[in-house]
């Protein structure tokens, strides 16, 4: 094969063969599909039969018997059993399913034979969207977590991504902070002894309440701040340096938490709300002309017969305020006009939480009205559930306020390196080592739980479970990529090598079966916006290899030695596989734990 490129997987492979087998038994059928799906029973079933046997008036299973002597003899095909009604079971020959394997170890590429679809289109992913002058807290984390994945998946499958994060920099509270700087210049300053992310935090916050605790007790200083606001909006250069303090104060703060979730965002891919303020009176102005939005009681409105209030009467979506602002919906079309116009997107990715559902809806069918969603472009919401405390309700602290973010994420990172440390004198790992892998593990039992949820669900925050060596969880993924290495250091000369000629044990199969479905999970990952669905693939993988290990001894002295090759071999390949699609998540696999 060549030195980088894809390699079909055993049901794509199998799934042609029946196709052509159903098509060379029974012409008359058309084009039909095997419904090929793995089994119980066998490695595989084809259910398609059945279906195409009421189509042909004809008996299934005397229909299942011509396919079958229509298929090839030896290669992939090792067994074929009619059960039931026609049903195919079919087990495949151990040598395929190793040669199969090798090609993907063989791929130089290091995609594992996954293809890369080069005529993939663009998609504009908006994710991560913090807002200025304020603390992060835990309601940031899914959109930064869940989109961080998608980001990664859909680049691995051949997508071009762009990348951006809609964060909240203008608007009226802006106005307060820059008039309170105006008459309090020296406010911007950081307080010593904090590092920079907890300095720029703790001046903000120390100058919103300043700001607001004025504004809400002083009438003349509330009118100079929506004087300053007019001033903002409309370009005041003085304003705009001010703002811009702001901006970079808190851009120094957001760089720190991303950072400790180990995730990079860069300062060309920040384009809040003031990166749209230039196009917001041409964008009101087109969808008045065309008819799509309307006046209503002095406001620029679109109405949809669908939205309707508790009180039956429609509820619009608000262009234009009566007083002459913007809302949300201007520069979120905007930036629609923006991303399909000027980026060239083919897809606008929006992670973004599902109770922000309806306004997206309207948002959306807003654009394809006015014509910037036409053909050949789609705008999808991943919208995801809220994050939960143990009790089962929106994750607090005990005192009922909002978690920090920062927070949490130390507090993850704490109970992560007493897990590591507790095992670090077994393994051998130095000071740095437990401090560095536990930052890996903590922020990546974090990670995990968020991704291994159905992102549209809400998750329960379990720290305790989330660190956990057994279950569903990161720590459990990392230990069994580290086990692998392990192995791989006390093999001595005997290195990984595919034997096809061996016959292999159960646990073998299924290890080597589930290794060979990576791609096709990525494939329908990437399709569907469902990084879960990763998660679950590389659970049930470290599953697989634990069944292994119980039931097939690796260097045991009793192996032959073409034996011990082809079982490094299986486990080498485990955790490159383990090792590639933990790194889709955003999720680090230490070499040793």
């Given at each position: 094969?060549?030195?980088?490129?894809?390699?079909?997987?055993?049901?794509?492979?199998?799934?042609?063969?029946?196709?052509?087998?159903?098509?060379?038994?029974?012409?008359?059928?058309?084009?039909?599909?095997?419904?090929?799906?793995?089994?119980?029973?066998?490695?595989?079933?084809?259910?398609?039969?059945?279906?195409?046997?009421?189509?042909?008036?004809?008996?299934?299973?005397?229909?299942a018997?011509q396919?079958?002597?229509?298929?090839?003899?030896?290669?992939?095909?090792?067994?074929?059993?009619?059960?039931?009604?026609?049903?195919?079971?079919?087990?495949?020959?151990?040598?395929?399913?190793?040669?199969?394997?090798?090609?993907?170890?063989?791929?130089?590429?290091?995609?594992?034979?996954?293809?890369?679809?080069?005529?993939?289109?663009?998609?504009?992913?908006?994710?991560?969207?913090?807002?200025?002058?304020?603390?992060?807290?835990?309601?940031?984390?899914?959109?930064?977590?869940?989109?961080?994945?998608?980001?990664?998946?859909?680049?691995?499958?051949?997508?071009?991504?762009?990348?951006?994060?809609?964060?909240?920099?203008?608007?009226?509270?802006?106005?307060?902070?820059?008039?309170?700087?105006?008459?309090?210049p020296?406010?911007?300053?950081?307080?010593?002894?904090?590092?920079?992310?907890?300095?720029?935090?703790?001046?903000?916050?120390?100058?919103?309440?300043?700001?607001?605790?004025?504004?809400?007790?002083?009438?003349?200083?509330?009118?100079?701040?929506?004087?300053?606001?007019?001033?903002?909006?409309?370009?005041?250069?003085?304003?705009l340096?001010?703002?811009?303090?702001?901006?970079?104060?808190?851009?120094?703060?957001?760089?720190?938490?991303?950072?400790?979730?180990?995730?990079?965002?860069?300062?060309?891919?920040?384009?809040?709300?003031?990166?749209?303020?230039?196009?917001?009176?041409?964008?009101?102005?087109?969808?008045?002309?065309?008819?799509?939005?309307v006046?209503?009681?002095?406001?620029?409105?679109v109405?949809?017969?669908?939205?309707?209030?508790?009180?039956?009467?429609?509820?619009?979506?608000?262009?234009?305020?009566?007083?002459?602002?913007?809302?949300?919906?201007?520069?979120?079309?905007?930036?629609?006009?923006?991303?399909?116009?000027?980026?060239?997107?083919?897809?606008l990715?929006?992670?973004?939480?599902?109770?922000?559902?309806?306004?997206?809806?309207m948002?959306?069918?807003?654009?394809?009205?006015?014509?910037?969603?036409?053909?050949g472009?789609?705008?999808?919401?991943?919208?995801?559930?809220?994050?939960?405390?143990?009790?089962?309700?929106?994750?607090?602290?005990r005192?009922?306020?909002?978690?920090r973010?920062?927070?949490?994420?130390?507090?993850?990172?704490?109970?992560?390196?007493?897990?590591?440390?507790?095992?670090?004198?077994?393994?051998?790992?130095?000071?740095?080592?437990?401090?560095?892998?536990?930052?890996?593990?903590?922020?990546?039992?974090?990670?995990?739980?968020?991704?291994?949820?159905?992102?549209?669900?809400?998750?329960?925050?379990?720290?305790?479970?989330?660190?956990?060596?057994?279950?569903?969880?990161?720590?459990?993924?990392?230990?069994?990529?580290?086990?692998?290495?392990?192995?791989?250091?006390?093999?001595?000369?005997?290195?990984?090598?595919?034997?096809p000629?061996?016959?292999?044990?159960?646990?073998?199969?299924?290890l080597?079966?589930?290794l060979?479905?990576?791609?096709?999970?990525?494939?329908?990952?990437?399709?569907?916006?469902?990084?879960?669905?990763?998660?679950?693939?590389?659970?049930?993988?470290?599953?697989?290899?634990?069944?292994?290990?119980?039931?097939c001894?690796?260097?045991?002295?009793?192996?032959?030695?073409e034996?011990?090759?082809?079982?490094?071999?299986?486990?080498?390949?485990?955790?490159?596989?383990?090792?590639?699609?933990?790194?889709?998540l955003?999720?680090?696999?230490?070499?040793?734990?």
């Amino acid at each position: 094969m060549p030195e980088h490129g894809s390699v079909p997987s055993l049901a794509s492979t199998l799934q042609q063969q029946l196709a052509d087998a159903l098509t060379a038994a029974l012409p008359d059928a058309g084009a039909a599909d095997p419904l090929l799906r793995r089994s119980d029973r066998a490695d595989f079933q084809a259910n398609g039969i059945l279906a195409l046997a009421k189509k042909l008036k004809g008996n299934p299973r005397d229909l299942a018997a011509q396919v079958t002597a229509a298929l090839p003899a030896g290669g992939l095909i090792k067994d074929i059993e009619v059960s039931g009604p026609g049903f195919l079971n079919i087990t495949l020959t151990d040598r395929a399913i190793v040669e199969t394997l090798a090609a993907r170890a063989a791929d130089a590429g290091g995609r594992l034979g996954v293809p890369s679809n080069d005529d993939a289109g663009t998609t504009v992913i908006d994710y991560a969207q913090p807002n200025v002058a304020k603390e992060m807290h835990v309601g940031h984390l899914r959109s930064a977590v869940i989109g961080d994945a998608m980001v990664k998946i859909l680049e691995f499958t051949g997508e071009n991504v762009v990348r951006r994060h809609h964060i909240g920099d203008w608007g009226t509270q802006f106005g307060m902070l820059i008039q309170y700087l105006i008459e309090h210049p020296g406010a911007l300053r950081h307080e010593g002894g904090a590092t920079d992310g907890e300095a720029a935090i703790s001046t903000l916050n120390r100058v919103y309440k300043e700001s607001r605790a004025l504004f809400d007790s002083d009438e003349e200083f509330k009118a100079r701040s929506r004087d300053r606001v007019v001033a903002l909006q409309a370009g005041d250069p003085e304003t705009l340096q001010l703002w811009q303090g702001f901006v970079d104060e808190s851009k120094i703060y957001f760089h720190s938490v991303f950072d400790k979730l180990d995730m990079e965002i860069s300062d060309p891919d920040i384009v809040g709300e003031s990166g749209y303020n230039d196009m917001l009176e041409e964008t009101c102005r087109i969808l008045e002309e065309t008819g799509v939005a309307v006046r209503s009681e002095g406001a620029l409105c679109v109405f949809f017969d669908d939205v309707k209030g508790p009180d039956g009467n429609k509820v619009p979506l608000i262009v234009k305020k009566t007083n002459g602002g913007y809302g949300y919906a201007a520069t979120d079309l905007s930036a629609i006009r923006n991303r399909v116009r000027d980026l060239k997107a083919d897809t606008l990715l929006y992670v973004v939480d599902a109770r922000q559902s309806l306004h997206f809806k309207m948002v959306f069918e807003t654009a394809r009205r006015a014509g910037w969603l036409g053909d050949g472009v789609k705008a999808v919401q991943l919208a995801f559930g809220t994050v939960l405390g143990k009790d089962g309700k929106p994750f607090k602290t005990r005192e009922g306020t909002t978690v920090r973010l920062e927070d949490l994420l130390d507090e993850a990172v704490d109970r992560a390196t007493a897990v590591v440390r507790d095992k670090a004198e077994k393994v051998g790992l130095s000071e740095e080592e437990i401090v560095e892998n536990g930052r890996y593990v903590g922020i990546g039992a974090v990670k995990y739980a968020d991704l291994s949820t159905s992102a549209v669900r809400d998750y329960k925050f379990d720290l305790d479970q989330m660190v956990a060596l057994h279950g569903d969880t990161s720590v459990y993924l990392q230990y069994a990529y580290a086990r692998i290495q392990s192995i791989l250091r006390k093999a001595g000369d005997a290195v990984p090598a595919a034997h096809p000629e061996l016959e292999l044990a159960p646990a073998e199969r299924a290890l080597g079966l589930h290794l060979d479905q990576f791609g096709e999970v990525l494939s329908e990952v990437a399709a569907g916006y469902e990084p879960h669905k990763l998660a679950a693939y590389l659970y049930q993988l470290a599953s697989h290899l634990t069944t292994f290990y119980d039931q097939c001894q690796v260097l045991s002295p009793d192996n032959a030695p073409e034996v011990v090759e082809n079982r490094l071999f299986l486990v080498e390949l485990t955790a490159r596989t383990l090792h590639r699609g933990m790194a889709l998540l955003g999720i680090r696999t230490p070499e040793r734990l």
